[in-house]
Nanobody
Framework: QVQLVESGGGLVQAGDSLRLSCAAS????????MGWFRQAPEKEREFVAT????????YYADSVKGRFIISRDNAKNTVYLQMNSLKPEDTAVYYC??????????????WGQGTQVTVSS
């Protein structure tokens, strides 16, 4: 089992950058694929990005491709989401998740509590 804690959210202006972090407990972090998801008010949770266990394979939603970068540091048990050129439509609660396989349609078994990102126009 793994516990996940997100941080780094906040209020920014359109065009700004923000980096989210997700710290994982336990010594098996490198055995999990990791993902970032988001949920805007009155909308369903949606996939943002995932990364494979050792990091070379990544997937992105079309809406963030070219602007967001997912990365991980297995020595620090942490996954990151670098968000650049933020838009008001990126406003959401962002969640990190851990699972067996990286991919936009993969199931993720463990979820963090989420961190709020608000982008003003």
């Amino acid at each position: 089992q793994v516990q996940l804690v997100e941080s780094g959210g906040g209020l920014v202006q359109a065009g700004d950058s923000l980096r989210l972090s997700c710290a994982a407990s336990g010594r098996t972090f490198s055995s999990y694929a990791m993902g970032w998801f988001r949920q805007a008010p009155e909308k369903e949770r949606e996939f943002v990005a995932t990364i494979s266990k050792s990091g070379p394979i990544t997937y992105y939603a079309d809406s963030v491709k070219g602007r967001f970068i997912i990365s991980r540091d297995n020595a620090k048990n942490t996954v990151y989401l670098q968000m650049n050129s933020l838009k008001p439509e990126d406003t959401a609660v962002y969640y990190c998740a851990a699972g067996k396989v990286a991919g936009p349609f993969s199931e993720f078994d463990y979820w963090g509590q989420g961190t709020q990102v608000t982008v003003s126009s």
